[in-house]
């Protein structure tokens, strides 16, 4: 599963390792950009992550009496009560990490400082808390006009709800999402996964790669704004559209699509996902089930045939066994799948081969074996990837601070005075 474990092709650029390589050629897209992370969880850290993926200088910055709280949480209680729970090295590998009590004037002196070596700087508190700490975008763009400074938030700087605090599940709910999540009639539910929470983070990084891209032209910076709310919104565009457009509500559908084509059959030992879902693909599907029969030649007829349509694939695929059909219909070029558990997907022979993860060796120290996924793009002529471990709260504070000019006497006086 680590990120050298795939081959090179005969033909076409070298997908085979997402990290830069002592001779590798290809220059990370972000070299010699520093970005300043001020967030905390999960939204805002895995924003800063996707930066440090291509290449940037990205500094942590949590406070002293107070870190990341994503640090005390995950699957292994140990790592938790050490501060490094999995829940924050997922998404905390290439980062520096600094203290710094943003609360003291002492702190806040260093932060600007920062701000002036720095191209993006990235906060989520609640909107209006950086500003009531003189550490807002006017504030900070004055020092450095070239600042792209981002904002996460919940609900965003406007509006009645701004000044409300949320995570993943409450904008779930918020936005609707929950409420059309389940089989019919049954209890809302949330996704599996914090989908808000990492849709956010990728939107914010590439608001900030846009920011940083116009100011290759103008020379200057910008206030970038990302809102949970909105990107939930964004991800339920075509339900959104569709209820605005004729008042359809999206309601819970279950596994169930418009055609039925498409959806969640049981075999005889498993569920089975099908997506036959264009008019050449559910062609193939009824021929490879020996059902010609069925065939439709336009999808509004396939849509008034839903009832026959699920009545005969319920009945043929409950004759046999999932790796039957999937080794079928794969053959037959019909896009299906098994439903498994995510170890599935990770011992799968594909997707180790993918270089989707990085696995930390020996140089890791205590991390040694931790495994982390590193992003879900590859660049053909520039490197990205991860090579430091996370690392603990204020691990590089002193090296940061002897960077911007602060002697030893200075910082153990910072220190002592719980500054950083």
């Known amino acids: 599963m680590s990120s050298t474990s795939a081959r090179r092709s005969p033909a076409g650029p070298d997908w085979s390792s997402p990290m830069s390589s002592p001779n590798s050629r290809r220059p990370a897209v972000l070299d010699g950009t520093r970005v300043l992370d001020l967030t905390h969880v999960l939204a805002g850290p895995f924003a800063s992550y996707q930066l440090a993926v291509l290449g940037a200088d990205v500094i942590k910055i949590e406070a002293p009496d107070e870190p990341d709280q994503a640090r005390f949480q995950g699957s292994d209680p140990q790592l938790s009560d050490a501060g490094l729970g999995t829940a924050f090295l997922a998404q905390a590998a290439n980062k520096r990490c600094l203290t710094l009590n943003l609360k003291s004037e002492a702190g806040r002196r260093v932060l600007r400082e920062l701000v002036q070596t720095a191209d993006v700087l990235i906060e989520n508190y609640r909107p209006g808390a950086m500003d009531s700490l003189g550490l807002g975008y006017e504030a900070l763009s004055r020092l450095n006009p070239a600042l792209v400074y981002c904002s996460v938030s919940a609900f965003g700087s406007t509006g009645p709800k701004r000044e409300l605090t949320a995570y993943d599940g409450v904008i779930q709910a918020y936005s609707g999402i929950m409420a059309m999540t389940g089989e019919p009639g049954t209890a ?233």
């Open 188 to 420: 809302a539910i949330k996704c599996g996964a914090p989908v808000v929470d990492y849709a956010t983070g990728t939107t914010a990084a590439a608001a900030i790669l846009a920011a940083l891209l116009h100011r290759k032209g103008s020379g200057l910076g910008q206030h970038v704004e990302v809102a949970m709310s909105d990107v939930a919104a964004i991800l339920c565009s075509s339900h959104l559209t569709g209820y605005l457009w004729n008042g359809a509500h999206p309601e819970q559908k279950g596994n169930r699509y418009p055609f039925a084509t498409i959806g969640c059959y049981q075999a005889s030992d498993g569920p089975l996902m099908i997506s036959a879902s264009n008019l050449r693909q559910q062609a193939r599907l009824w021929h490879a089930l020996n059902r010609s029969d069925m065939v439709k030649a336009d999808n509004p007829s396939r849509i008034r045939a839903h009832a026959e349509e699920a009545e005969a694939l319920g009945r043929i695929i409950a004759t046999q066994t999932v790796d039957h059909w999937e080794h079928l219909l794969q053959a037959a070029r019909v896009p299906v799948s098994r439903v498994q558990r995510m170890e599935a997907m990770l011992a799968d022979a594909h997707f180790q081969g993918r270089g989707t993860l990085h696995r930390f060796e020996e140089s890791a120290g205590p991390l040694k074996g931790l495994t982390v996924p590193v992003a879900g793009f590859r660049l053909s002529s520039c490197v990205t990837g991860v090579s430091a471990p996370p690392q603990r709260a204020g691990a590089q504070s002193r090296a940061i601070l002897r960077g911007l000019g602060y002697g030893e006497a200075d910082i153990d006086s910072l220190e002592a005075d719980g500054v950083v």
